[in-house]
């Protein structure tokens, strides 16, 4: 149980296009999902907290109108990295809980800007 | 300031040499702490939730354990899968993770 999934797991696109990436808890309801970058050898940072059907929570230093997140559903968070640029290239993590505090985790997705 | 800290950075052991991974935090209100597996170019896998000082989970060869200041990660007789690296994550108020840098364990055969 406590299935997340990412999509795509990985994605290569130029400098100036934006790029989608979705994250479903797949047999849980979600009122909590996160959005965390992480860098080679480096730990989570997390990004961004979002409850279905309000705006996320940005972390400092994180810019919101750069990484727009949607939580359409309880099941569903998107992640969009508008007009990317090599320094987004990074790897993607989201996770999701359900009403006590563990966090399960989706499996990454990988974004090489060019 | 609310840390938490991990050590040893890397760690390799011989097939069957246990041994433990060390998780200490200075947080305020502490809720619940956790740990996580992660392999190479994949998202963080569940492993244990530790809620109060005292507690102890186990699950195959590992064991978690936790007091006041800090949490460890006792690994029986490791075997060359447990290699990965393993993040610990503390919760205060809200949600929020607050994560460790991980140790890195290698098993060697």
């Known amino acids: 149980g406590a299935v997340v999934s990412q999509h795509p797991s990985w994605v290569i696109c130029k400098s100036g296009t934006s790029v989608k990436i979705e994250c479903r808890s797949l047999?849980?309801?979600?009122?909590?999902m996160f959005w965390y970058r992480q860098f080679p050898k480096q730990s989570l940072m997390l990004m961004a907290t979002?409850?279905?059907?309000?705006?996320?929570?940005?972390e400092q230093g994180v810019e919101k109108d750069k990484f727009l997140i949607n939580h359409a559903s309880l099941t569903l968070s998107t992640l969009t990295v508008t007009s990317a640029h090599p320094e987004d290239s990074s790897f993607y993590i989201c996770?999701?809980?359900?009403?006590?505090?563990?966090?399960?985790f989706g499996p990454g997705t990988r974004l090489l800007v060019l | 300031e609310d840390q938490v800290t991990q050590s040893p950075e890397a760690l390799r052991l011989q097939e069957g040499e246990s041994s433990s991974l060390n998780c200490s935090y200075t947080?305020?209100?502490?809720?619940?702490l956790f740990w996580y597996r992660q392999d190479p170019g994949k998202g963080p896998e569940f492993l244990f939730t530790?809620?109060?000082a005292g507690e102890e989970k186990e699950k195959e060869r590992l064991k978690a354990t936790l007091t006041k200041k800090e949490s460890f990660l006792h690994i029986t007789a490791p075997k060359p899968e447990d290699s990965a690296t393993y993040l610990c994550?503390?919760?205060?108020?809200?949600?929020?993770?607050?994560f460790g840098t991980g140790t890195s364990l290698t098993v060697i055969p």
């Open positions: 947080v305020s209100g502490l809720r619940g």
């Open positions: 530790l809620y109060s």
């Open positions: 994550a503390v919760v205060i108020g809200g949600n929020q993770f607050y």
């Open positions: 996770s999701g809980n359900m009403a006590k505090e563990t966090q399960y």
């Open positions: 979002s409850n279905e059907g309000s705006k996320a929570t940005y």
């Open positions: 047999d849980f309801q979600a009122t909590t």
